[in-house]
């Protein structure tokens, strides 16, 4: 099968070309920054299998995604998997180009197939939700990954559909450029298993956007200890706290008031919802220290942990949440380039910056005589207050 550099292999390729783990390269015997413009979608191999992700529930993500599957595995002659659930869904079995695709699709459930070494490429239809799906799938090493924008939001889909052939072409050739988004690592540990009374292994799992910690359904507030490579830092009083990547920073962690941050940049973004301390501001850490949540002894209720959205579970006290940066990052393909896609998203999505652009002063020189005569139509400050006065007299007589 095809295969593109992506960071199951990094550390061999950083060896190779000269960069140390801090992203920089040797040259010369000087340390230069790398520029992650560089950081471009190199295939050894033409891949031969593409796994589609569509959006579920909307039926107008239908007509495109049997457009582009049609094209896969007949132009394109690829090996397509898709979900299970999508071969048993009543939108697209019911559309009249579905039956010629039904024996040509491989078809997987999550949580029952790996699809390990199985996948060379993925292509993502709809909104961010797609992405992140696509990003659970693989706990490993992840595939690049093509989104198109079939969604209501599209932040992390700078693709547009009109003309995907083209563009999808392009990707398969490598003419490509790449954003490594990284993931985090997060690990539950159970307080029976902190002792070693139970043999169960540790919830272990990869998010792309955010961990987030929270009171859940209690009226209480949470209360829970925060430590950075084993020295406690503080303790968080209020809703909860995230703790984000930097392409989460844009996501749940940007509207609890935290920064937005490139997803080039290497770090975790600690923000506090709800805080009862207004000096509690969020939070920028480098990537690969490891934090540790517990539920502080006093706390007056549990605590309640979801990892970009799902698999939420609740911690008692004496459990721990640990989570660090992992080393499998996603491999996300650009339109254009990680600048251009990254602001154009701050632009089209959040609106970034958008007001109403300001006046430049006029110089009384470039005024025409009939500019500089007073207007009678509008008055003044005083003439406002005087004929307010005035109909407040009226009104008293």
């Given amino acids: 099968m095809g ?5 199951g292999e990094m550390e061999r390729i950083m060896e190779e070309g000269g960069i140390d783990g801090r992203g920089e390269r040797r040259e010369g015997g000087e ?27 909307d039926a107008q993500v239908i007509q495109p995604f049997i457009q582009l599957v049609r094209w896969l595995t007949i132009d394109k002659r690829m090996v397509v998997f898709v979900e299970a659930s999508v071969m048993e869904d009543s939108l697209v079995t019911s559309h ?21 070494d199985k996948i060379d490429f993925i292509i993502c239809l709809g909104g961010d939700g797609t992405l992140l799906y696509a990003s659970s799938l693989f706990q490993q090493s992840v595939p690049p990954v093509m989104a ?4 209501s939001l599209g932040f992390l889909t700078p693709f547009k559909f009109d003309n995907f052939q083209d563009q999808v ?20 540990i159970r307080k029976d298993q902190e002792t070693g009374k139970n043999g169960r292994p540790p919830t272990n799992l990869l998010v792309l956007n955010e961990v987030v910690i929270d009171r859940g359904p209690s009226p209480y507030l949470s209360n829970i200890d925060l430590y950075l490579d084993g020295k406690r830092i503080t303790s968080v009083q209020g809703d909860g706290l995230i703790v984000s990547t ?42 690969g220290v490891e934090l540790k949540v517990k539920l502080n002894s006093d706390s007056r209720n549990t605590c309640w942990v979801s990892f970009d959205g799902r698999h939420q ?30 602001f154009a998203s701050l632009d089209e999505c959040l609106r970034w910056n958008d007001r109403k652009r300001q006046k430049h002063f ?4 470039d005024l025409s005589p009939t500019d500089l005569t007073p207007d009678l139509t509008h008055s003044s400050s005083s003439d406002t207050l005087d004929s307010l006065a005035e109909r407040n007299e009226a009104c008293d007589n």
């Fill in 3 to 7: 295969r593109c550099r992506r960071e």
């Fill in 31 to 57: 340390w230069t920054i790398q520029d992650p413009a560089s950081q471009r979608l190199t295939w050894y191999k033409p891949p031969l299998s593409v796994l589609v992700i569509k959006k579920v529930r």
């Fill in 96 to 116: 009249p180009g579905f039956p010629v695709l039904r024996d040509k699709l491989m078809n997987f459930r999550e949580a029952h197939d790996d699809l390990t």
């Fill in 148 to 151: 198109f924008h079939l969604g």
């Fill in 169 to 188: 072409t392009n990707v398969l050739e490598g003419h490509a450029a790449l954003t490594l988004r990284s993931r985090l690592r997060c690990i539950i």
């Fill in 246 to 287: 930097p392409t989460g920073s844009t996501a749940y962690a940007v509207a609890a008031g935290a920064s937005m941050i490139h997803p080039s940049v290497p770090a975790i973004m600690l923000t506090p919802i709800c805080p009862h301390s207004l000096s509690f501001r969020p939070i920028v850490v480098p990537a």
């Fill in 313 to 342: 579970q609740e911690l008692m006290v004496g459990d721990s949440l640990r989570v660090t940066t992992s080393i499998y990052p996603v491999p996300s393909i650009c339109a254009e380039d990680q600048i251009a896609d990254w």
């Fill in 362 to 365: 006029d110089e009384p020189e």
